[in-house]
């Protein structure tokens, strides 16, 4: 089992939906759990992070963490079609020494 | 100016060729990363440095080797260059981590293609 999990996709949504991305980890990873976004030929850029259970609001985007079931999710309220990307999952282990990333969900962003 | 700079952004090479990607960094931060994006693979680690005498070893090792010349520079090295190492590699940096820290810094990326 990979470190940490996600669906490929391509998921895809109609302009002004929400949009729900979703992560797993495993039993190495639980430490603090991070959203990147990847724009088609460019590098990563942190868009969330999250570290207790619950969620954590910023903007248009929800991350929500659930430590007992082990998953890590982002919400993206009124999806634009700047939105589309891929949206990476990432995850560190004890003492933050390094990260895990997941294969990543390319989300599309139907006008 | 970028603060973590890739250089070269493109190179094609031959099989057994030597190359050598270049990062450096203008952040001051003392760890830093190279890893390798692979279509459907996500980001896998090949070697990470958390100060200048430290080099570690990440989950796809094998075939590349490293050099932390300075606290901003981490140079990565394929010694003989083999196809299935064709790739999208990215430099990234970091401050130690803890509560509320640990986003990573990338760089642009080096697209490698080995013919």
């Known amino acids: 089992q990979k470190e940490v999990e996600q669906n490929s996709g391509p998921l895809s949504v109609p302009e002004g939906a929400i949009a729900s991305l979703n992560c797993t980890y495993s039993d190495r990873v639980s430490q603090s759990f991070f959203w990147y976004r990847q724009y088609s030929g460019k590098s990563p850029e942190l868009i969330m992070s999250?570290?207790?259970?619950g969620d954590k609001e910023d903007g248009r985007f929800t991350a929500q963490l659930n430590k007992a079931s082990q998953y890590v999710s982002l919400l993206i309220r009124d999806s634009q079609p700047s939105d589309s990307a891929t949206y990476l999952c990432a995850g560190t282990i004890y003492n933050f020494n390094k990260f895990y990333f997941g294969s990543g969900t390319k989300l599309n962003v139907k006008p | 100016d970028a603060d973590v700079t890739q250089t070269p952004r493109n190179r094609i090479t031959k099989t057994g060729k030597r190359i050598m990607l270049e990062c450096s960094q203008t952040?001051?931060?003392?760890?830093m990363y190279w890893y390798r994006q692979d279509p459907g693979l996500g980001l896998r680690l090949i070697y990470y440095?958390?100060?200048?005498?430290?080099?570690n070893k990440g989950e796809i090792s094998d075939g590349y080797s490293v050099s932390r010349q300075a606290q901003a520079k981490f140079s990565l090295s394929l010694e003989s260059a083999i196809p299935n190492q064709t790739a999208l590699y990215f430099c990234?940096?970091?401050?130690?981590?803890?509560?509320?820290?640990?986003?990573?810094?990338f760089g642009e990326g080096s697209r490698l293609t080995v013919l």
């Open positions: 999250i570290y207790s259970n």
């Open positions: 952040k001051g931060h003392d760890r």
């Open positions: 990234a940096t970091s401050l130690p981590g803890g509560p509320n820290t640990g986003e990573l810094f």
């Open positions: 440095s958390f100060d200048v005498k430290d080099i």
